[in-house]
C-alpha cells in the first residue's frame, strides 16, 4: 500500500464554490497521465477545473483517493463502451466479434489517451499502483477481448496461442498506434487519432493477426 498519510483538510468550503465530480475526474485523469503519480499535484488539478485546493480536497482523502477515484471514473466509461459494443454486434461470434471489438479499443485509446499513458506508467513496475490499474484498466479489457474466443466453437488453432502472448500482441499492436504519435505525425504526416486512420489500423492490424486463423 502506499506511504501516502496525508489527511483531508477539514471545515467546509465556501458556499459558492461547487465541484462537478466527472469534470474533476476528468482533469485529473489529464493531470495524471501527464505528469504521472508522483508528478501531478492537485493545485494543478484544481486549476484545470477552475476550483480551489481545498474544495478538491474536502472531496477526497489525499491524492492517492483523487488518483485511484479517476482510475475507477475511467474503468466504468470503459466497460460502458464495450458494453455498447457487445450489445451492438450480439449478432456476431468468434472472429467476427473479436475484431469488432479491437477497432473500438482503438477509438476508446483515441479518445481516452489518458488510459493508454497511465498504462504505460504504472505496468512496467511492481507496485501498489500496478496492481490497482490491472485490475480496474487492463484486465477487463483482457476478459472482454478473450471471452468471444472460449465462447465460440472451433478456433482451435487460435485458442492454443498462450494467453501472455495475445495479450502483449495487442495490446502492442494498438497502444504503440498512439504511443508513436509524434514519430508518426513528424516522418509520415499521419494522425492517428482521425477516423480514417484508426479506421485503417484497425483493418490492417486485425487483417495481420487474424486473416489466418479464418
Known sequence: M????TKRKRGRPVASEKLDKQVLLEAALDIFSEFGFEGAQLKEVASRVGVTTPLISYHFENKEDLWKQSIIHLSKEIMQRYEEVRLLNKDLNGLDLLKA???HYLYLMAEFPSM????LQEMGRKSWRYDFVSQHLLMPVVWFSHKPIFESKGLEEFKSIPV???VSIMFGATSSFFVLAQTLESEYGISPFTKENIEMHANIMNDLI???FE
Open 2 to 5: 502506499s506511504s501516502l498519510n
Open 164 to 166: 501472455a502472448n495475445f
Open 101 to 103: 471489438f479491437t477497432k
Open 210 to 212: 487474424f486473416k489466418q
Open 116 to 119: 493508454y499513458k497511465i498504462l
